[in-house]
């Protein structure tokens, strides 16, 4: 689903947010990324996304080399990848159902199958008696069940979550986590960055660390020299 093949990213003034960074995530997987701020999480975020373009090496996401994608395709490939972060990113003036609904609507789905396709999911995030409700009237944890919900109207295949808990209480935290743990169930894959430490040591899944730019641990690596 994703390869990072040698990947560096530099900014002008010298830093280096990644520094031949190697990373392969199967279909299916479920992977925390962590690291102390600075570490290059969001880098390798908005690479994932093609927001930035590495400065070496090849970057693969869902069967796509992303180098070769052109500015059309690239917002195209985008909104085929579910994506979360810390601030919910809702629609404020939009209740619920449409925060979800546009997400379909950009897409060119009809009203018809927009109306058959957002319920179960707001049921699924247990939010379809608020779905009238303004983002302002709910939670973070309300809120971030709904952006949740937006992520997966389309139906990815990979879902991208970017300090999904930043902003929300332990008890919503784990909300959310278990939501994510059913997401990958049903077979999406999911990346998610975190600082939450206390959540990926329970979640017991895959973990990547990062410090300064390079990959530091892989549990799936480091269990296979354990093996061997
Ligand atoms: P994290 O998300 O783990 O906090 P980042 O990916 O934001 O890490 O940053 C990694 C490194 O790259 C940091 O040293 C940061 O200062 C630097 N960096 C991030 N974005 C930029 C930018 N736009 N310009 C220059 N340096 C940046």
Redesign the pocket.
Known sequence: MITLDHVT?S???G????NDVNIEIEDGEFVFIV????????????LLLRELQPTSGKIIVAGRDLSRLKSGQAAKFRREIGCVFQDFRLLPDRNVYDNVAFAQHVIGVSKKEIRKNVPPLLTMVGLSEKYRSLPGELSGGEQQRVALARALVNKPKLLLADEPTGNLDPGNSWEIMKLLEEVNNQGTTVVV?THNLEIVNAMEKRVIT?K??VKVSDTKQDNLIVRN
């Open positions: 990213k900014y002008k003034e830093t280096y947010a990644l690291g102390s701020s600075g570490s290059g999480k969001s880098t390798f975020i908005k960055v990062m300064k730019g």
